[in-house]
């Protein structure tokens, strides 16, 4: 079993920044993807951004050149830098990993979710 345990959410002001953490702990063997989803109200889940087993991230348009994802390998925890965040932004945030277990299956695990609300 894999635990997910998000940090990092608050209320900011338009322009403000966040960092999201996402460490997760359990009986993985390894990483492949770790990413971040986001849902604001009325609307469906987006991916954000993900980052692959080699560091590769990819980002959807409308974060580019605010967000940035890393992740570092030695404490299994995925990070996103949100910076100049705007109020179309606000929306719970879920870490997501894929990874492969301790019995050699690969598995799809979330967050619980962390509120991000970007508002004067």
């Known amino acids: 079993q894999v635990q997910l345990v998000e940090s990092g959410g608050g209320l900011v002001q338009p322009g403000g920044s966040l960092r999201l953490s996402c460490a997760a702990s359990g009986s993985i063997f390894r990483f492949f993807a770790m990413g971040w989803y986001r849902q604001a109200p009325g609307k469906q889940r987006e991916l954000v951004a993900s980052i692959n087993s080699v560091g590769k991230p990819i980002y959807v348009d409308s974060v580019k050149g605010r967000f940035t994802i890393s992740r570092d390998n030695a404490k299994n925890t995925v990070y996103l830098q949100m910076n100049s965040l705007k109020p179309e932004d606000t929306a719970v945030y879920y870490c997501?990993?894929?990874?492969?277990?301790?019995?050699?299956?690969?598995?799809?695990?979330w967050g619980q979710g962390t509120q991000v609300t970007v508002s004067s």
């Open positions: 997501n990993i894929n990874y492969q277990g301790g019995d050699s299956m690969i598995y799809d695990s």
